[in-house]
């Protein structure tokens, strides 16, 4: 197997697996299983689905991803990202749309990873990554108000607009008991760091909260009273039966999800290389987290993928390799089975607190606001990403967000490209300092242009309008492209529609210091051919040289000929 491909806990056991490493990964295994409990239910919920099915995504998607995945301190399940495409394909499609979806994603992930398109995901815009970031944020945020207020709206509309409208409504019918019990814990879960961080303040706040609201028996909304008692295991995997019509209704949102879950592993597996100075394989992450994802399908759970917070997590608490996530979903697994029924009385209002925390650390309002004082363009593709988020769909806002980028990118590489006339300016140029100059001479009738930046699709319009400078024609044109990295079957056309008009009037083009990437385009689409490969010079003092020959031996007069 390529080594790129090889997951990372084989890597591990190859070099030998140390009782210190394990003692370091049972540590950051178990206090990040601890956080990943509440979450895990929480995020279940605020997906439009069952609390159990946190679980069951944290634990086998959790635990595949840690045996097949390609980074050593990656904690995998379901995240903030994930709520609001699966609470749309939900409310949509039911859950049987949204396992269809989920494991068309897992098999577009593996694809990617064996297709070495891990790279090409870094290549996302920073302004789009920030601005759906910030969009889901505020629609999480959003989704919570009803439960943390305690207005038992019967089913919250999923529009943005539509469910603030709905909260205006039934202001009125706040529950002084839910807000009691919401602000404790939002309280404890803030102020419990101060206190220490071995504990999670989540945990404390469920710990705490739950045995009040029993004890003084609190009428407030419980997961037992919205949704009935939990399960005691693992559900019996199965497969849905995906006809055609279902399969493309769901591409789409498989996309949408595969693109979601590629950008958050890989971005929580850089930010866990900043952290623990290793290196992740980024195709072997995106096999894994395509894996996890089939497999939480298969075992009745939703999407999955690497949680930033949680791997950090694991990492400050100890965790080396990737037998802490293993421990991590064996942990969440024993919870299940041995006290997953006591976890039917934690308060929905506690549980949309810990997702009102989520939502805040989510929301990088501070990268929000620095992105503000950046460049135009980067503003429009962040502010255009954050309100679709919020007011059209993260789909549409991803696409839209990157074809934006992709637009700008373009429009500054074409106005980067440029043609100038260097004639008289050409013995100021650097590789003429080493010349003897009264020796060199440019007789009339050559013109010498230089030509900047790629020629591309972006760029051949710009490259028509500089072209156009020179009123005079003269009987030889140099282009000296020692400045074009790149070009593309646009630029082609654009030169060969400058060599016939060229021929046509009588003047003959020559090419100067073309690099071989250049020249290896041009003489597989036939361009070399249609220039003649003796107009093609390594400098400009051959291509003078050409120019010279050409104006001596007449060969403008048989060109008009």
Known sequence: MHRKLEPKLLSVLKEGYTFKQF???????????????????????????????????????????????????????????????????????????????????????????????????????????????????????????????????????????????????????IDLNTVGVGLASLLI???????????????????????????????VDTIESRFGGMPTGLPMPHLPTVTWPIFQQMFAPAITIAILAALESLLSSVVADGMTGTRHRSNMELVGQGAGNIASAVFGGIPATGAIARTATNIKSGGKTPFAAVI?????????????????MIPMATLAAVLIVVAYNMSEWREFKHLLKSPKGDIAVLLATFLLTVFIELTVAIQVGILLAAFLFLQKMSAESRVDVITNTLDEDEEFKSRDMSKIDIPKGIE??????????????????SIRVVANKPKVIILRMRQVPTIDASGIHILEELVRDSHASGCIIVFSAVSRSVYR??????????????????????????????????????TRQ
């Open 23 to 173: 003692q370091g990964d049972l540590m950051g295994g178990l206090t990040v299983g601890v956080v990943a409990l509440p979450l895990s239910i929480a995020l279940a919920i605020a997906s439009g689905v069952k609390p159990e099915q946190g679980l069951y995504t944290a634990i086998v998607a959790g635990f595949v991803i840690a045996i097949l995945g390609g980074s050593r301190v990656q904690i995998s399940g379901p995240t903030g990202a994930f709520v609001v495409i699966v609470y749309g394909i939900v409310q949509k499609y039911g859950y049987d749309g949204l396992v269809v979806a989920t494991l068309l994603a897992g098999v577009m992930l593996v694809i990617m990873g064996l297709a070495r398109m891990g790279a090409l995901l870094k290549f996302v815009p920073y302004p789009v990554i920030v601005g759906f970031t910030s969009g889901i944020a505020l629609i999480i945020f959003s989704s919570q108000v009803s439960d943390i207020l305690g207005l038992r709206i019967e089913k919250v509309p999923a529009d943005f607009v539509e469910k603030w409208i709905e909260y205006a409504r039934n202001i009125s019918h």
């Open 189 to 219: 879960i803030v102020l419990w760091p101060k206190v220490t961080h071995r504990v999670p303040g989540q945990l404390i706040a469920i710990l705490a909260v739950t045995v009040a609201v029993q004890y003084f028996q609190l009428p």
């Open 328 to 344: 991590h979903s064996v942990f969440l697994l024993l919870v299940l089975v041995l006290i997953g029924k006591w976890a039917a």
């Open 448 to 465: 010498v242009f230089e030509v900047y930046g790629s020629l591309f699709f972006g760029a051949v319009s710009q490259f028509k309008e």
């Open 521 to 558: 385009v041009m003489r597989n689409s036939g361009f070399i051919d249609l220039v003649d490969r003796k107009n093609f010079a390594p400098d400009i003092f051959g291509a003078l040289e050409i120019a010279r020959k050409h104006l001596d031996q007449g060969d403008i007069e048989r």
